[in-house]
């Protein structure tokens, strides 16, 4: 088996080797549910807000993953922060966008956006 270093056209620069430092990693589940609920075009609107204030790829920022079915569907499309393990229902442009300025930026949970045990 080849060693991933020596197949042509895999980029290793060393950064792909080191975990990158963050302070949140963010999941969306762009899953079939969510996606059918606006989950890309609010997995854009996510990531334009994090650019405009500088916290994707920076120490301290935020990891940004697109993840398949997190579950529960029916109250997506999902929004995970970590550390925090807090699970979001994000609906709408203003849902992500409230998130970013108060979870991400301002360290508040957002209590009416986070989906409980219980529906």
């Known amino acids: 088996m080849k060693d991933i270093t020596q197949i042509e056209g895999v ?15 963010v999941l969306l589940c762009t899953g079939p549910r969510c996606t059918q609920r606006g989950a890309l075009q609010l997995w854009k609107s996510l990531r334009r ?8 790829e920076v120490t301290g920022g935020v990891l940004l ?3 398949h079915c997190q ?3 029916n109250l997506g499309p999902v929004l995970t922060v ?28 957002v209590d009416d ?5 219980h529906s």
């Open 11 to 25: 980029d290793t620069h060393p950064d792909w080797s080191h975990i990158p430092d963050h302070a949140y990693h």
């Open 49 to 56: 807000r994090l650019l405009e204030l500088h916290r994707i």
């Open 65 to 67: 993953t697109r993840t």
């Open 71 to 73: 579950f529960p569907c």
């Open 82 to 109: 970590y550390p925090q393990r807090c699970w979001y229902g994000v609906h709408s442009k203003a849902d992500v966008i409230r998130l970013v300025d108060r979870h991400l930026i301002s360290g508040e949970v």
């Open 113 to 117: 956006l986070l989906i409980t045990g």
